[in-house]
């Protein structure tokens, strides 16, 4: 079965650094890309960017490119988001998503991780 | 910047038949944004009901369809469950391994 399974509900204050995490299992990990998307409380779903954990290629929404980092270690089969220094405007739920072959759309989802930041 | 835009809210009876869009705020969609469908449920990570226009993803009813309609796409639900009330969203594949959500459709089943 192929799964991702992210890692748990984070709590910050503002300015702190934050990595969370995303585990593929159940598929060639390093011949699919992978993405994040965001929802903050209330709102709808933001394509955030995508990692080719095979070559760690990247690629960002123009919203979000500086924002974030988005990293992989194929040796463990998994990948991160990470934030330098975290913003109350962070505060949002943080969902992988394994692509279908190709890069243009999702197939599976990871149960996502909430990360909350206070001021 | 390109806005993909959904409708905000949609109501369908139980067994009735509902058709979602995804437009741009400029242009046509057509099947080279590979346009693609998911549904949330509160609480809950999305679920993934089609990609490139008309494919279901596994295990998805066959209720659920996908389409070019003049220039927007569309998702239909026939045969429209309790469970199927939900927010949908659309994604447009833009090129250059960028994609975009639309704004989501709320749907109620009453």
């Known amino acids: 079965e192929v799964q991702l399974v992210q890692s748990g509900a984070e709590v910050k204050k503002s300015g702190e650094s934050l990595q969370i995490s995303c585990k593929g299992s159940g598929y060639s990990f390093t011949n699919y890309w992978i993405g994040w998307v965001r929802q903050m409380p209330g709102r709808g779903l933001e394509w955030m960017g995508i990692i080719y954990p095979g070559d760690s290629h990247t690629i960002y929404s123009p919203s979000f490119q500086g924002q974030v980092t988005i990293s992989a270690d194929r040796s463990i089969s998994t990948t991160y988001l990470q934030w330098s220094s975290l913003r109350a405007s962070d505060t949002a739920i943080y969902y992988c998503?394994?692509?279908?072959?190709?890069?243009?759309?999702?197939?599976?989802w990871g149960q996502g991780t909430t990360v909350t930041v206070s001021s | 910047q390109t806005v993909v835009t959904q409708e905000p809210s949609f109501s369908v009876s139980p067994g009735g038949t509902v058709t979602l869009t995804c437009g741009l705020s400029?242009?046509?969609?057509?099947?080279?944004?590979?346009p693609s469908w998911y549904q949330q449920t509160p609480g809950q990570a999305p679920r993934t009901l089609i990609y490139?226009?008309?494919t279901r993803s596994s295990g998805v009813p066959d209720r659920f369809s996908g389409s070019i309609l003049g220039n927007k796409a569309a998702l239909t639900i026939t045969g429209a469950q309790a469970d199927d009330e939900s927010d949908y969203y659309c994604v447009l594949y833009m090129g250059s391994g960028i994609s975009v959500f639309g704004t989501g459709t709320k749907v109620t089943v009453l």
């Open positions: 400029s242009g046509s969609v057509s099947t080279t944004y590979y």
């Open positions: 490139s226009t008309n």
């Open positions: 998503a394994k692509h279908v072959a190709g890069r243009a759309a999702m197939d599976v």
